[in-house]
């Protein structure tokens, strides 16, 4: 399924010429998605909807994002909050701790690959236009978006504490097997256990026993009968604590 | 497991002598959960839990429950929000359409039954300590919580719309039989709609084929793989028009 949909995906999509922008080396930053993410937040949203095979019942729009993501009056994580995935063949600068949001952008430099081919054809297309140094765009040349995660505030009345649910968490494909998904995962679990929060809880396709082992390993909590994962207690705060 | 762990339930539970209240005619009134209801609505989580199994993971203080749904500066359905089903064999009086909250009492009077026969052990416990018409307390004498759901917002990146996610629906167990659950669905699908929201999700175990079946009757739409259910579109709006 996973080919099938990509390759669907790829031929509606104009091929670019890819680079050999990536040698042996790849850096990544995770941070809040601001306005100027709706475009490639979008077609992200689109591309998992048709990896899940969910097209027919999809209705987001630029508009609905905006109005969903960013009209609330609550800061990031208090409502729908979207986390933008960056990769870049040179290291990101680290941030200034930011006092206005209550989210500092996770940085993990110089990933080493022994071969690191990576045929992005929609590399041009997801260029970054995020620029958040103060700096012109020229500081984004080479940063281009690979996923995103999708969360809100939940609550369960079983548990003292409130958590985060996960929506979405969306790696493109070509950036797969190289452990981003792990940590957008691990930074969902660090602002929550950051945050005061009792669990992270997402939903599982019952066919999908890879992942459900994978988040098992994690430790988390798999309820078969609700597909339901929960991520909390001491596991919670274990993998909050590291997202290495 | 239902016979049991309510005969559990019932054992911990000091007997009360049950009277004859409910004379072929019951009144139901839904409404927003105040400060006075909490140590009612911990007496029914902790029985819900019970009924689920469990009881281990359970966590949920008096303390925690105020915290969650009274502390947030958020209105009502803006934030985690209980509704307390209240019943009576007294008609309720019509409330006057607040302009406080963005939620009015949902009143359903003289329930018809031909033998009415209610055997409720914690009539006393479950008295209703609500007193909303700004009278005395005498105005409740004969009002007793019955069950209770718990809602908060919700959203998914496939849907244009955002939603209220049904995290507990309980009516215990001698009040049901007698459409209280379907009349506090009713109550939230018609929330949802009113505040323009585009659907209701909730899980359900695999295991409860027959609430699933229930559910599906009512026009929501059951995803097997992760064993949410979701009602949205002209079903929703169907559902959230009627409530009877």
């Not at 990933?111 to 765009?137: A, M, Q, V």
Request: aromatic content about 14%.
């Amino acid at each position: 399924m996973e080919y099938s949909t990509s390759s669907l995906i790829n031929s509606f999509q104009p091929k670019e010429k890819h680079t050999t922008l990536f040698n042996h080396q790849i850096s990544a930053r995770i941070r809040l998605a601001t306005e100027l993410d709706i475009p490639n937040l979008h077609k992200l949203v689109t591309q998992m909807a048709e990896y899940h095979g969910l097209s027919q019942i999809f209705t987001t729009t630029e508009t609905s994002l905006y109005n969903n993501l960013f009209k609330s009056p609550n800061p990031p994580f208090h409502s729908p909050t979207a986390l933008i995935l960056e990769i870049s063949p040179n290291p990101f600068p680290q941030t200034n701790h930011s006092t206005t949001t209550n989210f500092v952008p996770i940085i993990k430099n110089n990933y080493n690959f022994d071969n690191l081919e990576i045929l992005d054809h929609e590399l041009e297309t997801y260029r970054s236009k995020f620029n958040g140094h103060g700096h012109d765009n020229s500081n984004n040349c080479n940063v281009y978006v690979a996923g995103h995660v999708l969360v809100y505030p939940s609550y369960n009345g079983f548990f003292e504490k409130p958590g985060l649910f996960l929506d979405q968490m969306f790696v493109r494909k070509c950036y797969r097997g190289m452990k981003f998904g792990k940590l957008l995962f691990s930074v969902v679990a660090m602002q929550a256990e950051k945050m005061g929060m009792g669990m992270v809880d997402w939903l599982v396709a019952d066919w999908n026993e890879e992942t459900i082992n994978f988040y098992e390993k994690m430790g988390a909590h798999y309820i078969p009968e609700y597909r339901l994962c929960k991520l909390y207690g001491d596991q919670l705060q274990a993998f909050g604590r590291k997202s290495d």
